[in-house]
């Protein structure tokens, strides 16, 4: 029997990223999609507490379901671990993203949040990205370079909580250089909001802004990948914790003696 293979995103069940995504590792195994009914871009790792959730079938074939999810990319994964699949899925596949999810973008993405969800289970996870944010955005060299990644993982898997950022450059499949393997690059978002008047003479604000590269001259980043025409992959570590901040905390002496602290 072929692998079971659980796919999501953040963009909504009808976005083509997901039908792309869908095409692309169809070929490798069984497929059931569980994907928000509407766009979720820049939800990050949110869950729904406070409303109920619903799911609903949307389409069923040889080799294929796929269901509507009213809430967030990682409920999705949550949802469908819960009530969907009926085993482990082989591997977890997410987006493809409408738009680039380099560097520190990670942190806003409901796109890698749903494959870190699926790392949380154990499930070889991967997020795949386009640095097109168009809706009509074509994904074709997405997919054909996509494959041969997803059935890599899906063949080797992954560490056990770890999962891959992968983001594919806006070019033709032919004028794509290769796949690097890298590193997050440092950099932060800078936002800015431009205020605005409602017709009722309120206030309102539109997000806006640009990406900063702090280090634009390092060769061995996702940044310098994607803009030199390669395809990059980042490995992403659920452990959160600064090793290094944490063997120097050590040191610090945070407990005052006890008869100083008695009134």
């Known amino acids: 029997m ?54 609903t079938k949307v389409k069923e074939e040889e080799g294929l379901v796929i269901y509507s999810c009213s809430g967030t990319p990682a409920d999705c994964v949550k949802l469908a671990m819960s009530e969907v699949v009926k085993e482990k899925p082989a591997l977890l596949v997410s987006g493809i993203n409408h738009g680039s999810n380099s560097a520190v973008s990670i942190v806003y993405s409901g796109t890698m949040a749903a494959a870190m969800e699926g790392s949380l289970y154990g499930i070889p996870s991967v997020g795949f990205s386009l640095l097109d944010y168009s809706y009509d955005a074509d994904f074709s060299a997405a997919v054909i370079h996509g494959r041969p990644i997803a059935a890599r993982v899906l063949e080797e898997g992954l560490v056990r909580g770890g999962c891959l950022n992968v983001n594919f450059p806006v070019l033709p499949s032919d004028m794509i250089k290769g796949v690097k393997v890298c590193r997050m690059s440092a950099g932060s978002w800078r ?73």
């Open 2 to 55: 072929k692998p079971l293979i659980l796919v999501t995103n953040d963009d909504g069940v009808n976005a083509p990223g997901i039908a792309a995504l869908v095409e692309m590792v169809r070929p490798l195994g069984r497929v059931i999609v569980v994907a928000p009914e509407e766009g979720n871009s820049g939800m990050s790792h949110a869950i729904t507490i406070k409303v109920p959730l619903r799911l």
């Open 191 to 263: 936002e800015e909001f431009e205020k605005r008047i409602d017709p009722r003479g309120h206030e309102y604000f539109w997000l806006t802004g640009s990406y900063h590269n702090a280090e634009p001259a390092s060769t061995d980043t996702d940044e310098w990948a994607l803009t030199n025409g390669y395809i990059s992959i980042v490995p992403i570590n659920m452990d959160y914790t600064n090793y290094q901040e944490m063997e120097k905390m050590k040191n610090w002496e945070l407990i005052s003696n006890k008869n100083e602290a008695t009134i």
